[in-house]
């Protein structure tokens, strides 16, 4: 029952287990200050000197009457999950973490014995419908956790803090520090999926998710729990920005359900043909493209997930030229690296009319996800926000916490992903440093992308 002080209203989080409620904690610590009840060493005590049968961030709301006064609380809130995707987590975690279920206990015998009686596993396998006081407000974990912030915004009268909810306590960051690697991850059948929903049909009905749901079939393609349709990962692969190494990442994982495809710009919206992609290739999750441009793809029945990364952009532009100078291809960016030292051939590109190759063009790709007449700046810095806020975001100079957030990302509805950090297309970092003149240059022509990665890296620092 953790309680904080938001605008001098006193708010009640619901902490529903294995809902992300950790990670809410502990947005709620770092924009608003310590919670009150809440014991993250309740399961370290010994059982015969616990105050309480349950830790008291998972308290019910039986218990929680007879404790503090409905009239006490200002405003309350949970965020919710599927009970299937819930439910193998409580089983995942118990067996690999807590090591409170045997390391060989079967899923199919655990979910016959379902719910478990009294305060059993510290409450984790209650229905998500025994937590949460009525009247509160209710948050999807499958719908990402913006509306939430955008929630307290409101009750605190003002945006200061972070803007995202950093994950923790994921399965996978637990067993990094564990002397184990755990064991398999159950695969949510059809019929595993309609007995937890049968179960807990009461908290199908909470979240108003679908019946039948839709999970992972039999040949492992992806669906989002919340609405029983696909989710995809859409990488806008830019230019000499690590997309090739991204790519071999999502290739080496997905294999035939990664696709690549290249699109005719179509007056800077050619939307419309990657909605149709995604539609035509309906066993395919993961998809990837340098010439993507316009608003992010709406498609009935899909969850997309964009993905970008961004770099300096002086870097970006050198490492380019030494790419092109290298390509055994026949095209006008190849030849005149070859034919023009590194002044000569951003000086060409910069006079070229159109060419965004060296001038501001992460902004250049990053601003047609809003359309409208705001300058080209505001567009791209609003599209980095909604990118940040719907998919992930990521620095070429720190690709391995890109990694590492990918992971967490893909493991929500794919457990088995794993991605490791490998390094394809770099370019030769041998050459003399280019002149400072040029680099003046450079920067001089790129401004816009230099805050366009400075607000970046604000972002990833949860500021």
């Known amino acids: 029952m953790p309680l904080v002080r938001i605008n001098e209203k006193l708010v009640y989080f619901a902490h529903v287990p294995r809902c992300a409620g950790s990670a809410v904690e502990n947005y709620l610590t770092t924009r ?6 809440l014991d993250r060493r309740h399961a370290l005590t010994e059982q015969a000197a616990r105050w309480s049968q349950t830790s008291p961030q998972h308290i019910d709301t039986e218990t929680l009457a007879r404790l503090l006064p409905a009239s006490f609380i200002d405003a309350s809130f949970a965020v919710i999950r599927h009970p299937a995707e819930r439910l193998r987590s409580v089983f995942v975690r118990h067996r690999d973490i807590e090591r409170t279920l045997p390391a060989d206990a079967d899923f199919d015998d655990w979910i016959a014995q379902l719910p478990l009686p009294g305060f059993a596993l510290d409450n984790h396998t209650r229905p998500m419908g ?13 719908q990402g956790l913006l509306p939430l912030i955008a929630w307290l915004d409101a009750l605190a009268g003002d945006t200061d803090g972070p803007r995202h909810v950093d994950i923790i306590n994921s399965h996978t960051q637990k067993l990094a520090t564990q002397d184990h690697a755990g064991g398999d991850i159950p695969q949510l059948s059809p019929a595993r999926v309609s007995a937890l929903a049968e179960i807990y049909a009461g908290d199908m009905a909470l979240g108003n998710y679908p019946s039948p749901p839709q999970i992972q079939n039999e040949n492992n393609e992806v669906a989002d729990m919340a609405t029983g349709t696909r989710t995809v990962l859409l990488h806008y692969h830019l230019f000499k920005n690590a997309g090739t190494s991204l790519d071999s990442i999502l290739k080496k994982h997905f294999k035939d359900r990664w696709m690549t495809r290249e699109f005719r710009h179509k007056g800077g919206n050619n939307t419309g043909d990657v909605e149709e992609w995604i539609r035509s290739t309906p066993d395919a999750t993961a998809f990837s493209s340098h010439t993507m441009i316009g608003p992010l793809p709406q498609v009935e029945g899909v969850r997309i997930i964009p993905l970008i990364l961004l770099r300096d952009p002086v870097k970006r532009i050198v490492s380019a030229y030494k790419f092109e100078r290298q390509q055994a291809v026949d095209n006008w960016g190849a030849n005149l690296a070859k ?3 590194l002044a000569g051939y951003v000086r060409t590109r910069l006079d070229k009319e159109g060419d965004r190759q060296c001038r501001n063009f992460q902004t250049s790709r990053l601003a047609p996800f809003q359309q409208g007449d705001a300058p080209e700046l505001e567009r791209a810095l609003a599209g980095l926000e909604m990118i940040y806020a719907q998919g992930l ?7 391995g916490a890109f990694i590492d957030s990918l992971n967490t990302l893909v493991q929500q509805f794919e457990p088995s992903f794993k991605g490791e950090v490998v390094r394809s297309n770099v370019s030769d970092k041998s050459s ?5 003149d040029v ?6 022509s790129n401004l816009h992308d230099a805050q366009v990665l400075a607000r970046a890296e604000t ?3 949860g500021l």
């Open 32 to 37: 608003f200050g310590p919670l009150a009840l």
């Open 130 to 142: 025994d937590f949460i006081p009525e009247g509160s407000e209710i948050f999807a974990l499958e």
């Open 339 to 341: 034919s023009h030292d």
């Open 393 to 399: 975001v990521g620095l070429v100079s720190d690709f």
């Open 432 to 436: 003399t440093p280019p002149d400072t």
């Open 439 to 444: 680099i003046d240059l450079l920067k001089q």
């Open 459 to 461: 972002l990833l620092r």
